[in-house]
């Protein structure tokens, strides 16, 4: 597609539900990302794929967070257990293979999640 | 751990005016710094993306300076307009150690540009 899509745009459940939010990257970008926005803060990085694989998962918090790319494109990240702290804009953004130097990615609208 | 840090947290401006963003680093070693715009409810556009051996990019009405050695950046807004009310965002990549694709951000300034 042209841009990067994430659904749901708003997502409100219940502490202690499981969640999936899912990103559609553009056409051709090898490289997908899963940033983390709380209210008032940069994005956070949680973690990089690069084609299927998770080539860097370093910023997921814990265990309750887990991301596929089954087929090197739509990805999605799942949270079980979910929990109050959980709640976030959840940004998907793409780029082509990273490389060295310049790496622009095109970020999606993000998904908000909200935890009661 | 590279932190970066942006200040002024908030500005408003009237219409018109010139205006600096500001953008400091701890860990001086990076790949590239990029600006970024945010519109509430809207992802991150990016705006700027200035390479390590680079000084400064411009496009249009912005333009961005980068100094490793002192790690501070900063981003000029020419004859600002009400359209560019937005969340600015810093970010920084390949800190020492890292890899260019992991981006470590600024907490934004918000900017409003009065008519």
């Known amino acids: 597609g042209a841009g990067v899509s994430q659904t749901p745009s708003n997502k409100v459940t219940e502490k202690g539900k499981y969640v999936e939010l899912r990103c559609d990257p553009i056409?051709?970008?090898?490289?997908l990302y899963w940033y983390r926005q709380s209210l008032g803060q940069g994005p956070e990085f949680l973690i990089y794929?690069?084609?299927?694989?998770?080539?860097?998962d370093s910023g997921l918090p814990n265990d309750r967070f887990f991301a596929v790319r089954p087929e090197g494109s739509v990805s999605t990240l799942k949270i079980q257990r979910t929990e109050r702290g959980d709640s976030a804009v959840y940004l998907c953004?793409?780029?082509?293979?990273?490389?060295?130097?310049?790496?622009?990615?095109?970020f999606g609208a993000g998904s908000r999640l909200t935890v009661l | 751990k590279q932190e970066v840090t942006q200040i002024p947290a908030a500005l408003s401006v009237p219409e018109g005016e010139n205006l600096v963003l500001n953008c400091s680093f701890t860990?001086?070693?990076?790949?590239?710094l990029q600006w970024f715009r945010q519109d509430p409810g809207k992802g991150l556009t990016s705006l700027l993306l200035i390479q390590s051996s680079q000084r400064e990019q411009t496009s249009g009405r912005l333009n961005a300076s980068l100094d490793k050695s002192s790690g501070r950046s900063t981003l000029y807004i020419a004859a600002s307009q009400p359209g560019d009310s937005a969340t600015y965002l810093c970010a920084t990549s390949g800190e020492s150690g890292g890899s260019n694709y992991k981006l470590t951000f600024g907490k934004g300034t918000l900017l409003t540009v009065n008519p």
């Open positions: 794929f690069q084609g299927t694989g998770a080539a860097d």
């Open positions: 056409s051709g970008h090898t490289a």
């Open positions: 953004a793409s780029s082509p293979h990273p490389g060295t130097g310049a790496n622009v990615l095109t």
């Open positions: 860990d001086s070693a990076i790949y590239n």
